[in-house]
C-alpha cells in the first residue's frame, strides 16, 4: 500500500466517482481506477459499493478510510515539519481560546508566529463553554486551545499565567472611588453575567459563593465587551478578566478584594508540530502576572520540554 493509493481513495469518497476523483486529483482516470483496484486487490476487500448514483464506501471501506484519512494527514504534518526547518511552513493552524482569557497576550504572540512563518494560515475563534472546547479537542478540530485551568486540567497542559478579574461599574459609581473594592460591597448589585455554560460565568458563581452572595442577574449576554458595555451605561456591575475589558473603559473598572484570578493553560494535540510549539514559545514570552488566588483552580505549572496534548484533544 502507499500513500498515493491512500490519498486517491479518500478523492473517490468524497467526489464520488473515479472520473471526479481523477478530475480533482488532476490525473488521468485510469490511473486512479488502477490504484484502485490494486488496493482492493492488496487488502482483499471491496471498499467502494458500485451504485446507479456512483461508488459508496462500503462498511469495510468506511473503517478503512478513517485510518488512510489519519495517515494522509500525518504525512502532510510530516512534510510541514520539514519545510518548517526551511521557514516555509504552509497549512492553517486552528486555535480556540476561552472566551477573555488571553486577550492581551494572544495578538502579540500570533503576530510574531506569522513574522516567523509569513506562509502560515492562522485561523483563532473564541469559545465561552470548556464543555465544547473539550468537544472540539475530541473530533481532532484544535491544533491548540487557549483556556482556563479546571478540574479536569490535564497534567501536560502548559501553564501560561494568570489572569486577574476586576469588577466593572456603571459611571458615576459611588465605589469608584476606591483602589479596590470589596467583594461584599456588590452584595446588593444586579449583575449583568455570561451564558450559563461560560467559564466565566463559573467564575462569577463561585466567587459569590466564596463570599456568602447570591447574584441578582440583570442580564446575561455571551460576550465580554457586551457585558463591558452594558454595566458601564449602568444596567449593573460585571465580573471580566482584566485584559478583556475593551480599550476606553479602564477608567470604570477596579481589582476586587479577595483578589480573584483563574491559571491561563494552553493544551496542544498530541502530535503537535512547529506551529503549535512555536505559538506555545511565543506565548511563553508575553507577560503573564502571576497572582495568587483562593479562587483559581489547582495546578501544577508544567516546564517540560513534552509537548504532548491532553487526552482530549487527539488529531
Given at each position: 500500500?502507499?500513500?498515493r493509493?491512500f490519498e486517491?481513495a479518500l478523492?473517490?469518497?468524497e467526489?464520488?466517482?473515479?472520473?471526479?476523483?481523477?478530475?480533482?486529483?488532476?490525473?488521468?482516470?485510469?490511473?486512479?481506477?488502477?490504484?484502485?483496484?490494486?488496493?482492493?486487490?492488496?487488502?482483499?476487500?471491496?471498499?467502494?459499493?458500485?451504485t446507479?448514483?456512483?461508488?459508496?464506501?462500503?462498511?469495510?471501506?468506511?473503517?478503512?478510510?478513517?485510518?488512510?484519512?489519519?495517515?494522509?494527514?500525518a504525512?502532510?504534518?510530516?512534510?510541514?515539519?520539514?519545510?518548517?526547518g526551511a521557514?516555509?511552513?504552509?497549512?492553517?493552524?486552528?486555535v480556540?481560546?476561552?472566551?477573555?482569557?488571553?486577550?492581551?497576550?494572544?495578538?502579540?504572540?500570533?503576530?510574531?508566529?506569522r513574522?516567523?512563518?509569513?506562509?502560515?494560515?492562522?485561523?483563532?475563534?473564541e469559545?465561552?463553554?470548556?464543555?465544547?472546547?473539550?468537544?472540539?479537542g475530541?473530533?481532532?478540530?484544535l491544533?491548540?486551545?487557549?483556556?482556563?485551568?479546571?478540574?479536569?486540567t490535564?497534567?501536560?497542559?502548559?501553564h501560561?499565567g494568570?489572569?486577574?478579574?476586576?469588577?466593572?461599574?456603571?459611571?458615576?459609581?459611588?465605589?469608584?472611588g476606591?483602589?479596590?473594592?470589596?467583594?461584599?460591597d456588590?452584595?446588593?448589585?444586579?449583575?449583568?453575567?455570561?451564558?450559563?455554560d461560560s467559564?466565566?460565568?463559573?467564575?462569577l458563581?463561585?466567587?459569590?459563593?466564596?463570599?456568602?452572595?447570591t447574584p441578582?442577574?440583570?442580564?446575561?449576554?455571551?460576550?465580554?465587551?457586551?457585558?463591558?458595555?452594558?454595566?458601564?451605561h449602568g444596567l449593573?456591575v460585571?465580573?471580566?478578566?482584566a485584559s478583556?475589558?475593551?480599550?476606553?473603559?479602564e477608567?470604570?473598572?477596579?481589582?476586587v478584594?479577595?483578589?480573584v484570578?483563574?491559571?491561563?493553560?494552553?493544551?496542544?494535540?498530541n502530535?503537535?508540530?512547529?506551529?503549535?510549539t512555536?505559538?506555545?514559545?511565543?506565548?511563553?514570552?508575553?507577560?503573564?502576572?502571576?497572582?495568587?488566588s483562593?479562587f483559581?483552580?489547582?495546578?501544577e505549572?508544567?516546564?517540560?520540554a513534552s509537548?504532548?496534548?491532553?487526552e482530549?484533544?487527539?488529531?
Amino acid at each position: 500500500m502507499s500513500l498515493r493509493q491512500f490519498e486517491y481513495a479518500l478523492a473517490v469518497a468524497e467526489e464520488g466517482s473515479v472520473t471526479a476523483a481523477a478530475e480533482a486529483l488532476h490525473v488521468a482516470q485510469p490511473s486512479v481506477s488502477q490504484q484502485i483496484r490494486g488496493l482492493e486487490r492488496e487488502l482483499g476487500v471491496e471498499l467502494f459499493a458500485r451504485t446507479p448514483t456512483g461508488l459508496v464506501p462500503t462498511v469495510v471501506g468506511r473503517v478503512f478510510l478513517r485510518e488512510a484519512q489519519s495517515a494522509v494527514n500525518a504525512a502532510r504534518r510530516a512534510r510541514a515539519a520539514a519545510r518548517a526547518g526551511a521557514d516555509e511552513l504552509v497549512g492553517e493552524l486552528v486555535v480556540a481560546v476561552q472566551m477573555g482569557f488571553g486577550t492581551r497576550q494572544l495578538p502579540g504572540a500570533l503576530s510574531a508566529l506569522r513574522r516567523r512563518f509569513p506562509r502560515l494560515e492562522v485561523t483563532v475563534f473564541e469559545e465561552p463553554s470548556s464543555a465544547e472546547l473539550e468537544r472540539l479537542g475530541r473530533r481532532g478540530a484544535l491544533d491548540l486551545a487557549l483556556m482556563a485551568a479546571c478540574e479536569r486540567t490535564p497534567a501536560d497542559a502548559h501553564h501560561l499565567g494568570d489572569e486577574e478579574f476586576v469588577v466593572v461599574l456603571g459611571a458615576g459609581h459611588p465605589l469608584l472611588g476606591a483602589d479596590r473594592v470589596a467583594l461584599r460591597d456588590l452584595a446588593r448589585e444586579p449583575w449583568v453575567r455570561f451564558d450559563r455554560d461560560s467559564a466565566l460565568d463559573g467564575v462569577l458563581l463561585e466567587v459569590l459563593r466564596e463570599n456568602e452572595m447570591t447574584p441578582a442577574t440583570a442580564a446575561r449576554v455571551s460576550q465580554t465587551a457586551t457585558a463591558v458595555r452594558w454595566a458601564a451605561h449602568g444596567l449593573g456591575v460585571t465580573l471580566v478578566p482584566a485584559s478583556a475589558v475593551p480599550h476606553g473603559h479602564e477608567h470604570l473598572v477596579r481589582p476586587v478584594s479577595p483578589a480573584v484570578s483563574q491559571p491561563v493553560i494552553a493544551v496542544l494535540r498530541n502530535d503537535a508540530g512547529p506551529a503549535e510549539t512555536t505559538l506555545l514559545a511565543f506565548l511563553r514570552q508575553e507577560t503573564w502576572p502571576e497572582i495568587l488566588s483562593p479562587f483559581a483552580c489547582a495546578l501544577e505549572a508544567e516546564d517540560t520540554a513534552s509537548m504532548k496534548s491532553a487526552e482530549f484533544l487527539v488529531r
